[in-house]
């Protein structure tokens, strides 16, 4: 592995790891760390500030996937070792989201900058996972079975339009990632207690 492979790797995790919701929340007062369900992500800052700052959220979280895919891309194209590379900074760059250095490792589920990755590797299969999460949402209410739901889906809709081995295989261990970072949700998800949009239009 060549130094620039390292430096590109390395540079996606710390890219992935800005922390877009606490940034875009700090002239509001309110601390999103400590408030609603405590993650960084723009479902979070959307309930606690409104739909104008979650979206800010989900776009920066989008970027910070899609742009250290887009410049790596660029800089290895032609490289024999593009697909490892590529694997290497797609899974870098989520991780970094989940785990940042910035704040103690303690980050997001992933969901966005995950989608920026996949808007990347395979935007028909983006497009699909994201009318399956949109129906999940719409049907039950609850963003985190949105997500899930999608993840879950990401692999096959992949392979189904691409058929590029690496990026099924990046595809399974982010959604495998995204699970694993939503296993608080999955839990309240069984128990019924796991805030739901629907509930709260209703209201």
Not at 72 to 79: D, K, M, Q, R, V
Not at 122 to 148: E, N, Q
């Amino acid at each position: 592995m060549t130094v620039l492979t390292i430096i590109t790797v390395i540079a996606a995790y710390f890219i992935g790891a800005v922390p877009s919701g606490l940034i875009i929340s700090r002239n509001s007062g309110i601390d999103i760390r400590t408030r609603g369900s405590g993650n960084i992500g723009a479902t979070n800052v959307a309930r606690l500030l409104g739909k104008k700052y979650g979206l800010a959220t989900l776009l920066a979280d989008i970027a910070k996937g899609y742009l250290p895919m887009l410049a790596a891309g660029l800089i290895h194209a032609g490289n024999p070792r593009f697909p490892l590379i590529m694997s290497l900074c797609g899974a870098a760059v989520v991780l970094g989201h989940m785990f940042p250095v910035y704040l103690r490792f303690r980050g997001g589920k992933g969901v966005a900058t995950a989608l920026g990755v996949f808007l990347y590797l395979s935007p028909p299969a983006l497009l699909c996972s994201l009318l399956v999460f949109a129906a999940a949402v719409a049907a039950s209410g609850y963003v985190s079975l949105g997500s899930l739901a999608a993840s879950a889906l990401i692999p096959l809709w992949i392979q189904l339009f691409d058929g590029a081995v690496w990026k099924t295989t990046l595809a399974v261990f982010l959604a495998l990632c995204i699970w694993f970072k939503h296993h608080q949700n999955i839990g309240r998800l069984l128990r019924g207690t796991e805030k739901s949009w629907k509930k709260k239009t209703n209201k």
